[in-house]
């Protein structure tokens, strides 16, 4: 009896354990969205694998000076042996026995002070730079996925629109406000973040005075920028299809790259 009883809790509990957990993962499921507009999934994902991304970003960047450190090592070993003969023949005379893990254990306390020295004041610095860091930050700027999207769908528009015609030339409109998504401002419904409430911004476009058929590494719509981990950001869309995501500082570059080729073609005609 007292056996089946045994048994019987036994299976109780992990009965309980189980619904336990499936609760748990329903809960997390429904919190999900939660987490991920908070910024908290960020920042516990940051926590728990941040110093695999500072390996990734350090390692690399590390270099060793075998002048500086075999030396320190030659020396130690040095030392631990002439310290393990010397403590060897004092225990002798007191008729003790001494182990070579005994002086292992006290050589290994130079490394570790020499670690410790280098761990607390980096401890330090990072804590006091921690404490003046704004962990969780919202960007007023749209999701890059977003702004994505957007250029991609004005390119699927452009070229739809400019290439209505049977054979080339095939030329894109002179402005997007010549586009059938901007005069009924559907555009707004399709980019509107349901997170930014604020109206979306249309990106730059480049392509009047090109046409379907131009250079298909030229630009042809450059996205609002929006907040990425290098900073902030822009998505270029070439008129061949093609997106690119650029650092803000590199839009000057492709914005001329677009108006010198330009200044050509119209140069040719």
Not at 200 to 229: C, H
Not at 246 to 268: C, F, H, N, P
């Amino acid at each position: 009896m007292s056996k089946a009883t045994t048994s019987q809790r036994v299976q109780q509990i992990i009965v309980a354990i189980i619904l336990c957990f499936l609760v748990g993962m329903f809960l997390l499921f429904l919190a999900i969205p939660f987490l991920y507009f908070t910024g908290i999934a960020q920042v516990l994902w940051r926590l728990v694998t941040g110093w695999i991304f500072f390996l990734n970003d350090h390692l690399p960047r590390m270099s060793t000076n075998a002048a500086t450190w075999v030396p320190g090592v030659l020396a130690l070993i040095i030392a631990a042996a002439v310290g393990h003969g010397f403590l060897r023949a004092w225990a002798k005379r007191r008729e003790k026995r001494w182990s070579l893990g005994s002086t292992l254990a006290l050589a290994m306390i130079v490394p570790v002070l020499f670690v410790i020295s280098f761990l607390v004041p980096g401890i330090i610095l990072q804590g006091t730079q921690l404490a003046g860091v704004k962990w969780v930050h919202h960007s007023p700027s749209r999701p890059g996925w977003t702004q994505g999207s957007m250029v991609s769908d004005f390119w699927l528009e452009l070229v739809s629109t400019a290439t209505k015609q049977d054979e080339p030339p095939w030329p894109f409109p002179n402005s997007l406000a010549e586009l059938e998504t901007v005069k009924r401002g559907a555009w707004i419904r399709m980019a509107t973040d349901f997170r930014d409430p604020a109206p979306p911004e249309l990106p730059i476009y480049l392509g009047a005075g090109f046409s379907a058929d131009s250079d298909p590494g030229l630009p042809l719509l450059i996205s609002a920028r929006f907040a990425s981990e290098q900073g902030f950001s822009r998505y270029v869309k070439t008129i061949g299809g093609k997106q690119i995501m650029i650092r803000d500082a590199e839009t000057d570059q492709w914005i001329q790259r677009s108006l010198d080729a330009r200044a050509g073609v119209e140069k040719a005609r």
